[in-house]
């Protein structure tokens, strides 16, 4: 039950790093990709014919669609952004959620039809990190993840700059900004449901083996740079906004330190991370205080009617 396969370069050799990386707003975790499944060897005898075929055809389109496709989406070029990429990432997560209610069916009350089927993915920047499991909460997890990266992978060519039409510097438009805050909800959504519901579902032995990007704390981690990165882009509609009032701004400039803080910790469940991501979370908290405090220091002087005439825009 639960038996596995993997290289053995997956919890100890170092991975890759991309040769090129492009411009990035959001960070995007590495795609992992599903390989090829003989659905019909595993569960010819258990399913009907059409069932086994549904699920056959909607999970071999994922597995070309991502093959295909995977090495443009991560490329985050301003080029994407504005030819190709949203369409892509559209459609790959499209097949995503079609697959997804269908997959749930061979987990479905304790079906013994979730270990009947060996479900491998592969790391799409290291191709070592290779991981197979006759789990279907495993391919649940592992769906989840990709559709979390998508979203991420989405929001990152909406938060990209992109060249003004009147000749000014180029910017990031406020509706672009707010699609961006929906998505990255989106994708926050889809770790938190990992987290809660998916990760309980698999045997401590299953999790312990389990690839580094879906750790549990990879995953929390994931999540709340999300919510952060949602909140963080809140605050910035808000300062821009004559409409917004101070209290709001301070709400969302202590929400964002909140977000950052826990992000930036060391060590979330056993997983440590690299100095710089700590200096970036230890700085993107430092500027929510410092607008934090700003904003309450104003709120005070505008109470005593103190408040200056000339005041940075806040």
Avoid at 71 to 92: C, E, F, K, M, Y
Avoid at 256 to 263: F, G, T
Wanted: charged fraction near 20%.
């Amino acid at each position: 039950m639960g038996c596995f396969v993997s290289t053995p370069k997956d919890s100890g050799g170092k991975r890759r790093r991309p040769g090129n990386i492009g411009e990035v707003a959001v960070f995007v975790p590495g795609l992992r990709i599903p390989k090829p499944v003989d659905f019909s060897e595993s569960l010819g005898d258990n399913l009907g014919k059409s069932l086994v075929e549904r699920l056959s055809a909607l999970r071999t389109r994922i597995v070309v669609m991502a093959g295909q496709e995977a090495p443009s989406i991560t490329r985050t070029r301003r080029r994407s952004a504005t030819q190709h990429g949203g369409s892509t990432l559209g459609d790959l997560l499209q097949a995503l959620e079609d697959y997804l209610p269908v997959l749930l069916g061979l987990v479905k009350d304790g079906s013994p039809l979730q270990h009947k089927v060996q479900f491998t993915w592969i790391n799409q920047e290291d191709e070592s990190e290779e991981m197979g499991m006759y789990s279907a909460w495993y391919e649940v997890l592992s769906v989840l993840h990709l559709m979390a990266a998508l979203s991420l992978s989405q929001a990152n060519l909406l938060l990209l700059p992109r060249t003004s039409t009147d000749g000014y510097l180029p910017k990031v438009s406020e509706e672009s900004r707010r699609s961006a805050i929906d998505i990255l909800l989106k994708a926050a959504g889809y770790l938190d449901c990992a987290v809660r519901h998916i990760l309980p579902q698999l045997p401590p032995e299953l999790r312990r083996d389990l690839p580094v990007d879906l750790a549990e704390g990879v995953l929390r981690a994931l999540c709340l740079q999300a919510l952060g990165q949602g909140v963080d882009i809140q605050l910035g509609l808000a300062i821009d906004s004559t409409k917004a009032t101070l209290a709001v701004k301070r709400r969302l400039a202590c929400e964002m330190v909140k977000y950052w803080q826990q992000v930036s910790i060391h060590d979330i469940s056993g997983v440590k991370f690299s100095n710089l991501w700590q200096v970036i979370c230890d700085v993107l908290s430092f500027n929510g205080l410092f607008l934090a405090i700003n904003i309450r220091f104003r709120a005070s002087l505008e109470s005593n009617g103190t408040l200056p005439v000339v005041w940075p825009r806040v």
